[in-house]
């Protein structure tokens, strides 16, 4: 399960990063309640998300073809030091007691682009620190750092903010980023050869990069399908507090503690990704789909505490355990020179999908109710992922030992590569 870890290079990345996500977390919880604190308004709290994420929406596409330009070492380094700068800028403005509702938005605003550069990065970076056997190993145990420190980082980020106030979450996250920073700068990865992404224009090299999914019927199928899954699957966090409310009647504990299972399940998800020997198959990339909607219908069906934990868990588990498999499944089959774009399109299809979703999980909670939201949502991520198996059929035979006798095939339909054979 934790093989990749065996890789001295990968392991001193995740340990570092896993420290870094904690104060991630702890920063982005303590941030809201600090947003909401200056101002009461639940919608500047809001703002202060749609802030942080709107660079990121726009600015994926570049960001990914930066990241297959430059030295992604150097890339990774940068980035996470102008994200420690930003950090203890807040912290100290907080200190100071001069933080301004105008601040938080300019800072959430500025992390933003950074995150389109960084998250193609390091997703692009992750195979040059494992062998080709180990990839999707890698790839599920960063995805179960990300979703363990969110166990984690929230409850602490609450202890650390009720018992000194929220600069110290902020200057506890800029700490965290030497984490990464110091061990990183120390690895020397092997040279890579010249990449073709160097020459041309920024815009030719987008261009580029989408006409290369746009020809991989597999990487294209599976983007299409990560779109939907993130449009429906994620209603939960829309609906969350009103679900704890109207339908459980409870208060902040309760959700609290729904959210946990959430983190719970989903580690546990990625976990078993990387329990695998070699990248999810696509009939596992389209099944786990499938039952992460599945998980949510019966969510939303739950009326106790206890039952609502476990139903948002499975949810969970199966929802991390698809972007996980999908991830891994993608980055198996993409040549290294375009993998930074390649990612910067998987970024784009998570993150682009956001606001309609959120959207349209908030209306037809306000018009049928939450519990109806919840399982119109999940009977669409099921119909997605259906729609995908017909449309698409290849895809569910994406990591077989025998070649597809179609065009494309030999890019990557049901190849041998995929399994690290």
């Known amino acids: ?43 500047r709290t809001g703002l202060v998300v749609f802030a942080f994420s709107l660079p990121s929406l ?61 998250a193609p990065t390091r997703q692009a970076l992750v195979p040059s620190l494992v062998g080709r056997e ?16 969110r166990i984690f980082g929230p409850a602490l980020a609450g202890f650390v903010y009720q018992g000194f106030g929220p600069a110290w979450c902020f200057a506890a996250n800029a700490v965290s980023y030497l984490a990464v920073i110091v061990p990183m700068w120390r690895v020397r990865l092997p040279q890579e050869p010249a990449s073709a992404a160097s020459e041309g224009t920024m815009l030719q090299q987008i261009a580029d990069g989408v006409r290369y999914v746009r020809s991989h019927r597999p990487v294209r199928a599976m983007l299409l399908l ?61 099944g786990s789909a499938a039952l992460s909607g599945l998980g949510l219908v019966a969510f939303s069906a739950t009326r106790t505490l206890p039952a609502a934990a476990g139903g948002i868990a499975v949810a969970g588990f199966f929802l991390i355990a698809y972007m996980s ?40 909670a306000d018009a049928l109710g939450v519990a109806a939201s919840l399982a119109v949502n999940g009977a669409l991520v099921v119909a997605s992922a259906a729609t995908a198996w017909i449309v698409a059929p290849g895809l569910a035979r994406v990591g077989e030992p025998t070649q ?13 590569e995929v399994a690290g054979e």
């Open 1 to 43: 399960m934790f093989r990749a870890l065996r890789h001295r290079t990968f392991r001193v990345y995740w340990t570092g990063m896993l420290v870094s996500l904690v104060g991630t977390w702890m920063q982005s919880t303590a941030q809201s309640f600090l947003v909401y604190e200056l101002t009461g308004s639940a919608l």
């Open 58 to 118: 726009l600015l994926a596409l570049p960001g990914g073809a930066v990241a297959d330009r430059y030295d992604r070492r150097r890339l990774l380094l940068l980035v996470q030091a102008a994200y420690m700068l930003s950090a203890a800028a807040l912290a100290a403005l907080t200190f100071a007691g001069a933080v301004r509702y105008e601040h938080v938005v300019a800072f959430a605003f500025w992390n933003g682009v950074l995150m389109a550069v960084d």
């Open 134 to 149: 180990d990839m999707a190993n890698a790839i599920a145990l960063n995805s179960a750092a990300f979703n363990g420190s």
């Open 226 to 286: 990560l779109a939907a899954v993130g449009t429906f699957g994620f209603a939960w966090m829309v609906v969350m507090p009103a679900f704890t409310v109207r339908v459980l009647g409870g208060g902040p504990a309760e959700n609290g503690i729904l959210l946990t299972a959430v983190g719970v399940g989903a580690t546990l998800g990625a976990l078993a990704v990387a329990g695998r020997r070699a990248a999810p198959p696509g009939r596992f990339v389209l």
């Open 325 to 364: 498999a999908t991830n891994a499944t993608i980055q198996s089959l993409v040549e290294d020179r375009y993998r930074g774009r390649v990612m910067s399109l998987y970024t784009l299809a998570l993150i682009g999908s956001g606001p309609a979703g959120s959207v349209f999980a908030g209306w037809l």
């Open 404 to 416: 597809a006798d179609e065009p494309g095939g030999a890019e990557g339909w049901s190849v041998r």
